[in-house]
């Protein structure tokens, strides 16, 4: 049963959309707005009937509030308001408002306009899931193209795109970044970080498949993947008009491997300097280099990866994204076992504690 949050401040009027609703919905009769912020740190609604004239906190200022909360920013608003005047109307749709409902309402009407908005929104979001799967299928297959041609990482790529979803998690639950986090779409970003490494396109298959440790001039050739990866990104956003996915998908590619102390490359940036993105990436790339098997070197032992992030914290890695990476370290175990044929060992020897 769909949610309704019911605001106003007059009690004849929550009560008469209420029991109007009732059966139908589950419809929560909120006297202000205030109460309504309150409420929805445990629930959030399918749909709020929102009066323009309240005390204290009226409509509008509630609406604008309601879009920059990260939680409740795309539930869809119905204004309930007594003023029939072209100004207000204009007012509302600007800050985002679905719809107008005068008052005093008639009930079937007031059900009939909610069944179709609430209609109208799951078609949109089915729509959006439809593009969404599309687009994430793409995403998959260029990653795909890229793991293709680098023999030595297999698995890489989808694996840290779960890493860095088990880190997204614990920062949101430990209010972490909250305000920069509850501006982003998750799944968008999730989808963006499959092409950091886009930019190992551009390397030799010599170099990216070499069977043991690089020279210095190939490693200076390898460092470039992450500016060809901004180039890679850049040509493919001037053919659309993509504003979000490939925004991010650029800051993975070209940041994740700046280091805290700003020892990293390309751009040699410290501390917050480097963009969230990067500084989550570091730690999820850094973490599967580690416990996977290279042609130079054996994998090391999860415990043994965790204690050098540990120890890097300060220096290559965020201090507090490493706290967050801690509280969660055995998820990343985990996840190492998804994509390519780099599995966990079965056994594991405790070198150092976590």
Same mark, same amino acid.
């Given at each position: 049963?769909?949610t309704?949050?019911?605001?106003?401040?007059?009690? &004849?009027n929550?009560?008469?959309?209420?029991t109007?609703?009732?059966?139908?919905?589950?419809?929560?009769?909120?006297?202000?707005?205030?109460?309504?912020?309150k409420?929805s740190?445990?629930?959030v609604?399918?749909?709020?009937?929102?009066?323009?004239?309240?005390p204290?906190?009226?409509?509008?200022?509630t609406m604008?509030?309601?879009k920059?909360d990260?939680r409740?920013k795309s539930?869809?608003?119905i204004f309930?308001?007594?003023?029939?005047?072209a100004? &207000?109307?204009?007012r509302?749709?600007d800050l985002?408002?679905?719809?107008?409902i005068?008052?005093?309402?008639?009930?079937?009407?007031l059900?009939?306009?909610?069944?179709?908005?609430?209609?109208?929104?799951?078609i949109?979001?089915?729509?959006?899931?439809?593009?969404r799967d599309?687009?994430n299928?793409t995403m998959?297959?260029?990653?795909?193209?890229?793991?293709?041609r680098?023999?030595v990482?297999?698995?890489h790529?989808e694996?840290?795109?779960?890493?860095?979803?088990?880190?997204?998690?614990q920062?949101a639950?430990e209010?972490?970044?909250?305000?920069?986090?509850s501006s982003?779409?998750l799944?968008?970003?999730?989808?963006s970080?499959?092409?950091?490494?886009?930019?190992?396109i551009?390397i030799?298959?010599?170099?990216?498949n070499?069977?043991d440790?690089?020279t210095?001039p190939?490693?200076?050739?390898i460092?470039?993947?992450?500016?060809?990866?901004?180039?890679?990104?850049?040509?493919?956003?001037s053919?659309t008009?993509?504003?979000?996915?490939?925004?991010?998908?650029?800051?993975?590619?070209?940041?994740?491997?700046?280091?805290?102390?700003?020892?990293?490359y390309?751009?040699?940036?410290k501390?917050?300097?480097?963009?969230?993105?990067?500084?989550l990436?570091?730690?999820?790339?850094v973490y599967?280099?580690?416990?996977?098997?290279?042609?130079?070197?054996?994998?090391?032992?999860?415990?043994?990866?965790?204690?050098?992030?540990?120890n890097?914290?300060?220096t290559?890695?965020?201090?507090?994204i490493?706290?967050?990476?801690l509280?969660?370290?055995?998820e990343?175990f985990?996840?190492?076992g998804?994509?390519g044929?780099?599995?966990?060992?079965?056994?594991?020897?405790?070198e150092?504690?976590?």
């Amino acid at each position: 049963m769909k949610t309704i949050f019911i605001v106003d401040d007059n009690d &004849t009027n929550l009560m008469a959309a209420k029991t109007a609703l009732d059966g139908k919905y589950k419809a929560l009769a909120l006297p202000s707005a205030a109460r309504m912020f309150k409420l929805s740190e445990k629930i959030v609604p399918d749909l709020i009937l929102l009066d323009v004239d309240m005390p204290d906190m009226d409509g509008f200022e509630t609406m604008t509030l309601l879009k920059t909360d990260g939680r409740l920013k795309s539930v869809p608003v119905i204004f309930l308001t007594a003023k029939n005047d072209a100004i &207000t109307e204009v007012r509302g749709f600007d800050l985002g408002a679905l719809d107008f409902i005068n008052k005093p309402f008639s009930a079937p009407i007031l059900l009939r306009r909610i069944e179709t908005h609430i209609e109208t929104d799951k078609i949109i979001k089915q729509s959006q899931k439809a593009l969404r799967d599309i687009h994430n299928t793409t995403m998959g297959v260029i990653a795909d193209m890229v793991e293709s041609r680098d023999k030595v990482t297999g698995g890489h790529i989808e694996r840290t795109q779960a890493y860095l979803g088990v880190l997204l998690k614990q920062l949101a639950k430990e209010g972490i970044f909250a305000d920069e986090l509850s501006s982003w779409d998750l799944n968008l970003i999730l989808s963006s970080a499959l092409l950091h490494d886009v930019g190992k396109i551009s390397i030799s298959d010599i170099i990216l498949n070499k069977p043991d440790k690089l020279t210095a001039p190939e490693f200076e050739m390898i460092k470039t993947h992450c500016s060809e990866g901004e180039h890679i990104i850049d040509r493919i956003s001037s053919k659309t008009t993509d504003d979000g996915f490939l925004k991010h998908a650029k800051i993975f590619a070209g940041y994740h491997h700046e280091k805290w102390d700003g020892t990293g490359y390309p751009r040699r940036l410290k501390g917050e300097e480097i963009p969230l993105e990067g500084r989550l990436m570091a730690i999820a790339d850094v973490y599967d280099a580690l416990v996977s098997e290279r042609p130079y070197k054996k994998p090391f032992s999860h415990h043994k990866a965790v204690e050098i992030i540990k120890n890097d914290s300060g220096t290559h890695f965020d201090p507090r994204i490493v706290d967050a990476f801690l509280n969660v370290a055995d998820e990343f175990f985990a996840a190492l076992g998804k994509g390519g044929n780099n599995t966990p060992p079965t056994t594991e020897k405790k070198e150092c504690a976590t």
